[in-house]
């Protein structure tokens, strides 16, 4: 659909399932797969079918893989459209020449994403980019010159006379989001970006299934800081403020508590790295009349 399309929104379900149920279910070395990527308790690795000793997850997941890439860039109508944010050097036929883009970035780990096009002539083109759904505050420069027009959900289209060196810096919004379960307010998640944030029992703090409720910033987000990115065995690291349930008397002090990108969960395939994904929340069940 996104390639019939060229629509924000088939992008954005691409990543998510991207970002978190595929790269959840890969072992941190990419030697096996998980066949179930629950969103609690443990991953668990597949048993093997028809005595092959392996199984159809192990089988597709690579192939999952190299989906991505292929997508990141595309030739539009008009120009060219980034969907995914990956660094690297994309080559596209137009206008009678091979432009190509040069991504610099690290994202998910940082919203910033370095853009530079690479043109054997100055030629007039659109250059679209994706403005996921969830990055509300989006702020694009061209050669250091601000883009005022970029909506959520959407893809921002530049048309303009394109020169060799050209450097579009796009910056994503990362807060940390908190999200429920549909109208279940007793459950809630955290994500950040694309990634959906997780709690493992490696982190450390309290119980994985303790009941805990988040403290928001006045704008409604989490109050959360990232504490590391790329760090051991996690890609994503945050640590954010909660209220945790307690009998002392002047009420309960808010602490803080690490999580970690979805992905990196649960990750020693046993029950040393229990995780949970939806954390539950203490609710007050009125009285009746």
């Not at 030697?31 to 199984?55: T, V």
């Not at 530049?158 to 459950?187: C, P, Q, Y």
């Not at 997780?198 to 989490?222: F, I, M, N, Y």
């Amino acid at each position: 659909m996104l390639r019939l399309t060229g629509e924000s929104k088939y992008a954005d379900a691409v990543e998510n399932s991207w970002y978190n149920a595929l790269l959840g279910a890969m072992y941190a070395d990419g030697s096996d797969w998980a066949k179930y990527s629950p969103l609690s308790g443990q991953r668990l690795p597949g048993e093997q079918q028809c005595g092959m000793g392996i199984n159809c997850c192990e089988a597709s997941g690579p192939r999952g893989l190299f989906t991505l890439p292929l997508s990141a860039v595309m030739r539009s109508h008009s120009g060219i459209q980034v969907n995914f944010y990956l660094p690297g050097k994309y080559t596209v036929a137009i206008e009678g020449m091979q432009a190509a883009l040069n991504m610099v970035t690290d994202y998910p780990v940082s919203g910033k994403v370095t853009m530079v096009m690479s043109l054997t002539r100055e030629t007039m083109l659109t250059l679209g980019l994706r403005i996921p759904a969830w990055s509300s505050r989006s702020a694009i420069t061209i050669n250091g010159q601000p883009v005022t027009e970029s909506s959520p959900g959407s893809i921002c289209m530049m048309n303009r006379s394109w020169k060799n060196n050209d450097t579009v810096i796009l910056d994503l919004d990362m807060r940390t989001r908190v999200i429920h379960a549909g109208d279940h307010k007793e459950f809630f998640a955290f994500a950040r970006g694309p990634l959906l944030m997780a709690r493992d029992r490696r982190l450390g703090g309290p119980d994985t299934d303790a009941a805990l409720v988040p403290v928001l910033t006045p704008g409604g987000e989490a109050d959360a800081v990232q504490t590391f990115g790329q760090d051991g065995p996690y890609w994503v690291r945050l640590s954010a403020r909660f209220i945790t349930e307690s009998h002392a008397e002047g009420g309960p002090k808010s602490i803080m508590v690490p999580l970690c990108d979805y992905a990196s969960a649960g990750k020693t395939f046993s029950d040393e790295s229990r995780f949970r994904v939806w954390i539950p929340q203490l609710v007050d069940v009125p009285l009746l009349p």
